[in-house]
């Protein structure tokens, strides 16, 4: 399902898109805004961001823990969250979005709660990313499934 992440024959791109990596830090950054939305990055949230790196995109460990601490690094700096959906925006096609937003959903979901941080982040993320409710709320079931499907 989640085809950009599995190309990594980086000449295929054009030259106006990003490498598949710096598609990565881009997803990487995303799912840690997701995770800390609420005031804090659990561990079940942190797990399923690496398993998420380690199952889609087949990164070793040592990979995965440099691109998050890369994502971490950005999210400290970044005082808002227009600067990174706009580069998405930019350089991801539809469908790469709404798969980002599967992912997105998973992050939210992995604890077992929505709180009104995670939901305002949500809604903004529509607007920002220019997909529609009913998209969104496509992409939270499926992201429902994924995680059953991986919690079995």
């Known amino acids: 399902m989640l085809n950009f992440f599995k190309n990594t024959d980086k000449g295929n791109l054009e030259i106006s898109k990003l490498s598949v990596d710096d598609k990565n830090v881009l997803i990487a950054s995303v799912l840690i805004e997701c995770a800390k ?9 942190m797990n399923h961001i690496k398993s998420l790196f380690k199952r889609k995109m087949n990164l070793t460990d040592s990979a995965i823990a440099e691109l998050i601490s890369n994502a971490l690094n950005e999210s ?33 979901l992995i604890d077992g709660k929505i709180d009104d941080f995670e939901s305002s982040l949500i809604r903004k993320a529509i607007g920002l990313f220019h997909i529609t409710g009913k998209e969104s709320s496509e992409a939270k079931l499926i992201a429902t499934e994924n995680i059953k499907l991986h919690k079995s």
Request: cysteine-free.
């Open 76 to 108: 400290n700096e970044r005082i808002e969250l227009y600067s990174l959906t706009k580069k998405i925006r930019d350089t991801f096609s539809h469908e790469e979005i709404l798969q980002l937003f599967v992912l997105m959903w998973e992050i939210i």
């Open 37 to 45: 939305e609420d005031g804090s990055i659990e561990e079940s949230e």
